[in-house]
């Protein structure tokens, strides 16, 4: 969200021209990360708002595949997958679950992930109603352009970083977007509204202010929720650090065993849904992972009542041979690890609230296209203008600059403070500015509390990993370039805002941690 730029009368020389917003470095930020960033952003985003409604379209288009005529008798989804054993023996599968648990006459999926197919069958006769390779749908397609690019191994990673380019963007915006007379109402107003009777230019800048506003508080939870998605393991090991639990449980926690004994035999998948049910009578039964050999365990996904739309997600891991539950993540995962389980992706594409949140995640997947045309048609003149062997008003640095030089320039253990300090005041609007974006994201549906506290929590953990990354570049500084005084001060700068930063949101983040009892 760019200022116009301001007319100064000092001296004239050749070179870039910065507009005054431009040369701090929010500024700078918002404009390369834009420049950078904004064209994957597009596709993520729009394939992003697809995905808000991936099961009405993959059902739309395949209906032969989810949906078949109601019968007599519809056979649960333990006892459907013994009868497809018989049937069709020749048939491998891995996972089955209910493509739509509401409706009665939809058909169960079986997944085989060995040779990435999947077929479908009808809950009331157990015949076959089709099959086909798991990444051929057209929503599986959209899906992997969302998730990497269709750019093998590296491709999940640049996705991952370009959200997080995203909320960079989403919070340099809002400072840019802040008047300098934030005193007066007028001012305020001007951000706040498009004005219609001014030019094409001034129209578009207003539709850039506006646009980036006002979507902000979905954005930044797509954003975060996006970037988690993408470096899961980072986000589960440092949801259970929090609650004092190592990050080596988690690998226990996932990689439980089913002991065998000579002779043993496996249990069916209806007595484990038995031993499913008595254990969590309320819950429904959604899926269930089938043990690949003799080692694993059997996986059931259950579903409970809870505050979200979706999501509210049980796992249980069973043993196959003596049906001892070895994993519920009711009592076993803390509960901000239930926040991963049943929240995340429920945020992420909007369904946690409804249809009102879906269609604020559409809108919001939308955003970063209309951002980048409207902050293209404001950065294109003004880079042909820099580019130009023209003269350009240098502007006078003001009384603040002046300062600010001098506290570059003068002793480090001033510096440092000084960044500190502002560092502080960043993290305090970070951390609002976080709560009331999730706040207002589940506003429209009535949902306020979860996503609130879900997006301080892991624009936490965000805010933890960045601290370590700039404690190893302090480290090296002092080490490796300090004593041939070629230390960099930015690194100082870098480390004292994220000290800052890391000081404010690490007491918020652990007392949500261990206060927030059943609230995810």
Not at 103 to 122: D, G, I, L, Q, S
Not at 224 to 246: D, P, W, Y
Request: proline fraction near 4%.
């Amino acid at each position: 969200m760019y200022k116009p730029p301001e007319k100064n009368n000092s001296k004239s020389r050749k070179g870039l021209r910065w507009a005054l917003h431009q040369k701090r470095w929010f500024g700078k930020w918002h404009l390369y990360l834009g420049i950078i960033a904004g064209a994957i952003l597009c596709i993520v985003g729009l394939t992003g708002s697809i995905l808000v409604f991936q099961d009405e379209i993959d059902v739309a288009l395949n209906k032969n595949l989810f949906e078949s005529l109601k019968g007599q008798k519809r056979y649960s989804i333990d006892e459907v997958i013994p009868v497809v054993q018989q049937k069709y023996p020749g048939r491998k599968f891995d996972y089955v679950f209910q493509t739509d648990e509401e409706n009665p006459n939809a058909t169960y999926r079986f997944y085989n992930f060995t040779t990435e197919e999947e077929f479908f069958v009808n809950p009331y006769t157990a015949e076959l109603c089709g099959k086909r390779l798991i990444n051929s749908s057209f929503i599986r397609i959209v899906m992997n352009i969302h998730r990497t690019m269709l750019i093998p191994a590296a491709g999940r990673y640049i996705v991952g970083l370009a959200t997080l380019g995203m909320l960079i963007l989403t919070i340099s915006g809002l400072r840019l977007w802040v008047p300098q007379q934030y005193k007066k109402w007028k001012q305020w107003r001007s951000v706040l509204t498009v004005n219609f009777k001014a030019g094409f230019k001034r129209q578009n800048y207003d539709w850039h202010n506006v646009l980036g506003f006002y979507s902000a508080p979905v954005i930044i939870l797509l954003s975060i929720t996006g970037f988690a998605i993408t470096f899961s393991t980072v986000f589960i090991a440092f949801l259970f650090m929090l609650t004092g639990q190592s990050p080596q449980s988690v690998a226990g926690i996932f990689g439980q065993k089913s002991v065998y004994t000579e002779g043993a035999k496996s249990l069916s998948a209806t007595a484990v849904a038995k031993i499913a049910s008595a254990e969590l009578p309320e819950a429904q039964l959604l899926g269930i992972a089938v043990p690949a050999d003799s080692s694993m365990v059997y996986r059931l996904d259950l579903k409970s009542d809870g505050p979200a739309r979706s999501g509210n997600r049980i796992m249980l891991m069973v043993d196959q041979y003596t049906g001892k539950i070895v994993l519920n993540s009711e009592t076993d995962f803390p509960d901000i690890g239930n926040s991963y389980l049943s929240w995340l992706t429920p945020i992420h594409y909007g369904t946690f609230g409804g249809m009102p949140t879906r269609i604020l995640a559409l809108l919001g997947g939308l955003m970063p296209l209309l951002l980048y045309i409207t902050g293209f048609i404001i950065w294109w003149p003004r880079y042909k203008k820099q580019t130009a062997k023209a003269t350009y008003v240098a502007p006078k640095p003001n009384r603040a600059e002046q300062q600010l030089n001098a506290i570059r320039e003068g002793k480090l253990s001033r510096y440092f403070g000084f960044y500190f300090k502002k560092g502080i005041r960043y993290a305090l609007l970070l951390l609002v500015a976080a709560f009331v974006a999730g706040a207002l994201y589940g506003l429209i549906s009535g949902i306020i509390i979860q996503p609130a506290l879900f997006a301080v929590l892991y624009t936490g953990i965000c805010i933890i990993v960045n601290f370590i990354i700039a404690l190893l570049v302090f480290i090296v500084n002092l080490l490796f370039f300090a004593p041939f005084k070629r230390s960099k001060r930015n690194t100082f700068k870098y480390f004292s805002l994220s000290l800052a930063f890391v000081l404010v949101f690490l007491p918020v983040i652990i007392a949500v941690a261990k206060l927030s009892r059943n609230v995810f």
